[in-house]
Nanobody, 122 residues
Framework: QVPLVESGAGLVQPGRSPRLSCPSS????????MTWYRQASENQRELVAR???????NYADSVKGRFTISRDNAKDTLYLQMNNLKPEDTAVYYC????????????????WGQGTQVTVSS
């Protein structure tokens, strides 16, 4: 079972304000830094927004002021509120959960969802 499953958006008109969700399972959700990434066509995957376990946030310049990342630890869910969408926001959006491990550990705590398509077009 994939611990992260993104949902939301799909085909959206420019200027609309949908919200992406990423519920988690089998994770101590509150302990993870959660990040939204996106990848458009053959471009590199880029960071969109990040929220730490202490709820500090940071955003890509391209979405600052339009997108808001949030988390509900009671529901083990990450959100991305996207306002005033533009065609250049078209991409597959991925949810990532990351937690540091001790140096030399033989395991990692880094999980990805399967992605959800956001297409901004009239």
């Amino acid at each position: 079972q994939v611990p992260l499953v993104e949902s939301g958006a799909g085909l959206v008109q420019p200027g609309r304000s949908p919200r992406l969700s990423c519920p988690s399972s089998r994770l101590t959700f509150s302990a993870y830094t959660m990040t939204w990434y996106r990848q458009a066509s053959e471009n590199q995957r880029e960071l969109v927004a990040r929220i730490t376990s202490g709820e500090n946030t940071n955003y890509a310049d391209s979405v600052k002021g339009r997108f808001t990342i949030s988390r509900d630890n009671a529901k083990d869910t990450l959100y991305l509120q996207m306002n005033n969408l533009k065609p250049e926001d078209t991409a597959v959006y991925y949810c990532n959960a990351h937690r540091p491990v001790p140096i030399g550990a033989s395991y990692e705590l880094d999980y990805w969802g399967q992605g959800t398509q956001v297409t901004v077009s009239s």
